[in-house]
C-alpha cells in the first residue's frame, strides 16, 4: 500500500477562481521513513496576488515556465492514500486530478488525539512535539508554507499518530466533520462544548450560519450529555 503525504500552495483560498502553483509529496516507508520525494512548480494561468504571495513567497517569475496543473499531477497520482494537513483543502483543489483518493487528514485526527492543546496547525505540533529537524532536515532547510516543507512535517505528524492509533481509526476520523472539544469563537470562547449550557448547543446546531464542523461537534457532546445523564 502506497500512503502518500502531499501538499500544495496555491494564489488563494478559493476553488472557485484560486489555482494551484506548487505541489509536493513523498511516500512513507514500511519503517515510517520518507522516500520519493517530489515538488514542481504550476503555471496557474493567473497572477499571484501579493497577499497569497505574502505567505508562501511564491512569485509569478517563479512560475512562468512551470506546467499546467493537468501535466505537472501525473508523478503525484498512483497512491492508495493521501495524507495532508486540512486535506479539505487539498482534496478541493487536486481531488479530481488525483481521481478522489480516500485521504487522511492529520488536522482532524490531532484534534481527536491531543483535544487539549490550545492549537492543531502543522507548525504547531512540529514545535509542541520536538519535531524540528524531522527526517533529518536540517531546521534551517524547512520554510513554512512551502509545499516540500510542509509535507516533510505533515509526514513527522503523520508518524506520531500511527504510534498512537491505527489507520482505520485515523481514516475514519478523517471522513467525519472535525470534532471540536474547546470553543475557539463567541462568549463561550477557551470553554469546554460539553461544559457551556445546553441551550447553548441546540442553538448552534440550529443555526443556519454555523458551519458543518462546529454543528457537528455540538451534536456529538449534546450526545454525550444525553449518554451520561
Not at 21 to 29: G, K, P, Y
Not at 75 to 102: C, I, M, S, T
Not at 170 to 193: C, D
Request: glycine fraction near 4%; include cysteine; hydrophobic fraction near 45%.
Amino acid at each position: 500500500m502506497t500512503v502518500r503525504i502531499i501538499d500544495v500552495e496555491t494564489t488563494g483560498i478559493d476553488p472557485a477562481v484560486d489555482k494551484v502553483i506548487e505541489i509536493a509529496s513523498v511516500d512513507l516507508t514500511r519503517d515510517f521513513g520518507i522516500t520519493a520525494r517530489r515538488e514542481t512548480f504550476v503555471f496557474p494561468g493567473m497572477p499571484i496576488p501579493p497577499l497569497a504571495a505574502s505567505v508562501h513567497h511564491i512569485i509569478d517569475e517563479d512560475v512562468i515556465y512551470a506546467r499546467p496543473l493537468d501535466e505537472a499531477i501525473v508523478p503525484f497520482r498512483g497512491a492508495d492514500a493521501y495524507v495532508a494537513h486540512n486535506a479539505k483543502f487539498e482534496q478541493q483543489f487536486l481531488g479530481a486530478a488525483l481521481g478522489n483518493p480516500p485521504f487522511v487528514c492529520t488536522y482532524k485526527c490531532a484534534l481527536r488525539l491531543w483535544p487539549e492543546l490550545p492549537k492543531h496547525t502543522n507548525q504547531f505540533l512540529r514545535y509542541h512535539f520536538g519535531l524540528i529537524e524531522p527526517f533529518g532536515v536540517p531546521r534551517k532547510d524547512i520554510a513554512a508554507h512551502r509545499a516540500l516543507s510542509d509535507v516533510i512535517v505533515t509526514t513527522a505528524i503523520f508518524v506520531k499518530m500511527m504510534q498512537e492509533t491505527t489507520w482505520q481509526q485515523l481514516l475514519e476520523w478523517s471522513r467525519e466533520p472535525a470534532l471540536f472539544t474547546v470553543f475557539s469563537f463567541g462568549k463561550h470562547m477557551g470553554q469546554r462544548y460539553d461544559a457551556v449550557p445546553v441551550d447553548y448547543l441546540l442553538w448552534m446546531i440550529n443555526e443556519p450560519g454555523m458551519d458543518e464542523d462546529k454543528k457537528f461537534s455540538a451534536r456529538h457532546w449534546l450526545e454525550q450529555r444525553r449518554r451520561a445523564a
